[in-house]
């Protein structure tokens, strides 16, 4: 069974406009990253947040981390067109260096 | 670096036939991992090798596959027979040692159809 599930499982908005990501995951975790995946390409790391952390910034994304709901939220700010791709997020469970996906958000930007 | 190198990029085959997929990881990576991707299942972790050495494959959905990472510079992921309930994007990723976050570089992924 999927660890992190994403919400929602499509978004469609337009250039400029912001857009947020959720993932909620079961069991503790050491840490969360959220990738995307462009279509027909692999995925590519985004953002890591340690579970000690609430917030991390990295240009227009804005990852939050809320270890007692067990949830975790990508925002895209001033979206444009290449942002148009599918974005996962996935936890690192205990001790193992396996690393679990969601089905991933797909995120359509019209221009 | 030319990052994470995955070959075939797309392979066609019929049912019953011996499917072999090539990854080379980024140099110096100690951890590398096998996903399969489909519409229906997602992204699910079929085997992650450290040092060259199978740790977890209980991903691994049947005898028919299996995995072999030889030296740290090439792995293989066999299916065989292949059947048509394997097609799906197959994904290599690697990653150094870091401490408690793993972070993952993938493969541009390999495609298989089984007719």
């Known amino acids: 069974s999927q660890q992190g599930e994403e919400d929602p499982q499509a978004l469609s908005i337009q250039e400029g406009e912001n857009a947020t990501m959720n993932c909620s995951y079961k069991t503790s975790i050491n840490n969360l990253q959220w990738y995307r995946q462009n279509s027909g390409r692999g995925l590519v790391h985004l953002i890591l947040i340690r579970s000690n952390e609430r917030e991390k910034h990295s240009g227009r994304l804005r990852v939050t981390l809320d270890t007692s709901k067990k949830s975790s939220s990508l925002l895209i700010t001033a979206s444009r067109a290449a942002d148009t791709a599918s974005y996962f997020c996935?936890?690192?469970?205990?001790?193992?260096?396996?690393?679990?996906f969601g089905k991933g958000t797909k995120l359509t930007v019209n221009p | 670096d030319a990052g994470v190198i995955q070959s075939p990029r797309h392979e066609v085959t019929e049912m019953g036939q011996e499917v072999t997929l090539r990854c080379k990881p980024i140099s110096g990576h100690d951890y590398l991992f096998w996903y399969r991707q489909t519409m229906m299942r997602g992204l699910e972790l079929l085997i992650y090798?450290?040092?060259?050495?199978?740790?977890?494959d209980s991903g691994m959905p049947e005898d028919r596959f299996s995995a072999k990472m030889p030296n740290a510079s090439f792995s293989t992921l066999k299916i065989q027979p292949s059947e048509p309930r394997d097609s799906a994007v197959y994904f290599c990723?690697?990653?150094?040692?870091?401490?408690?976050?793993?972070?993952?570089?993938f493969g541009a992924g390999s495609r298989l159809t089984v007719l």
């Open positions: 996935a936890t690192k469970i205990g001790g193992s260096e396996k690393l679990v």
């Open positions: 090798f450290n040092n060259n050495v199978p740790i977890d």
């Open positions: 990723a690697s990653s150094p040692r870091v401490s408690g976050a793993n972070v993952l570089t």
